[in-house]
């Protein structure tokens, strides 16, 4: 099951620490759901999502602040010792001196931020959903084109990280080199990204690793990027046919979603950086409801009826 660290929630959503004696170095997150405990609150635990992390707003604060300390303490008691990950207060509230205790008590870590509730539940719940998304590595390259997420795929040897250069010199991105990292982040979108310890490098056979960052500058790499085109790098075969037309899409899957992939045959003189650039373009297009292929065939059909036209009368 997929985890990650309430360290590292803490440090990327800026959070305040109000229980520095509580040790979270072993606290994992399993789930990119949100729980804000209303009804716990006023003492029914029934159906209570005590894995998820817990988020207490302006709502559930000024509730509590009405409470009867004799009724108040029984039912933190029970929402504490439940064995819930953390809680954050939003919205600039801050925990009672007897939820402090507890937390204490119970080693539960507790958290402010200054952002509304509503706002903050978006951005974690976001955050979550990337970090514990389903993953999946894969041999491939993956540059940003024109904004598109082209993952470049072949056998070794073929020209994938020398495409990339190419197009790293013609102005564009590179994401990942060798390994890509695919996380599922929503029905329709996967993104990918560079393991940690090979981010911003490139292997080119013959020359070794070069540092992408360092030698073109910040604006040539980007750390994560939507997968919107898969093009297939294979050695040209004389005998198979391919796509010369485009009518009709062809797709490969990753993670149970479906994505458009191209399968480019490799000869000697085939500019890659081009073709890859075309073909992003094209896919921008047709995301955009037009169609070359289409409108040519379109075209067509059009000339053969205006052809037709006399003969049938």
Not at 36 to 64: C, K, M, N, W
Not at 103 to 129: D, G, H
Not at 166 to 190: A, M, Y
Request: charged share 25%; net charge negative.
């Amino acid at each position: 099951m997929a985890s990650v660290a309430l360290s590292k929630l803490v440090e990327k959503l800026d959070l305040k620490n109000m229980t520095p004696d509580v040790d979270m170095s072993a606290i994992k997150i399993t789930l990119p759901d949100i729980n804000r405990p209303a009804l716990q609150l006023t003492g029914y635990f029934d159906h209570f999502d005590s894995d998820r992390v817990q988020i207490i707003g302006y709502v559930e604060y000024t509730y509590l602040e009405h409470l009867d300390r004799e009724k108040k303490l029984p039912i933190y008691e029970q929402f504490i010792s439940s064995k819930i990950p953390c809680i954050v207060y939003t919205t600039r509230t801050e925990p009672d001196a007897d939820m402090m205790e507890l937390a204490n008590k119970y080693n539960v870590p507790i958290f402010t931020t200054r952002k509304t509730t509503s706002s903050f539940m978006a951005e974690i719940i976001r955050w979550l959903n990337v970090e514990l998304a389903p993953c999946i590595s894969i041999h491939g390259v993956l540059v940003d084109v024109y904004g598109e997420g082209v993952l470049i795929m072949g056998e070794s040897g073929i020209g994938k990280s020398e495409a990339a250069l190419e197009l790293i010199k013609r102005g564009h991105r590179l994401v990942s080199d060798d390994v890509v990292e695919i996380r599922k982040v929503s029905d329709e979108t996967i993104i990918g990204s560079a393991p940690d310890i090979t981010r911003h490098f490139i292997e080119l056979r013959g020359i070794g690793i070069i540092d992408v960052k360092t030698l073109f500058g910040v604006e040539s790499v980007k750390n994560t990027q939507s997968i919107d085109l898969v093009i297939k790098l294979e050695e040209w075969d004389r005998e198979k046919e391919y796509d010369r037309l485009g009518l009709e899409e062809e797709y490969t899957e990753f993670l149970g979603n479906q994505v458009v992939c191209h399968s480019l045959p490799i000869r000697p003189g085939r500019n890659l950086a081009v073709i890859v650039e075309s073909a992003a373009v094209n896919h921008r297009q047709k995301k955009m409801g037009y169609n070359a292929a289409q409108e040519l065939y379109n075209r067509v059909q059009n000339s053969l009826a205006k052809r037709r036209g006399p003969e049938g009368e």
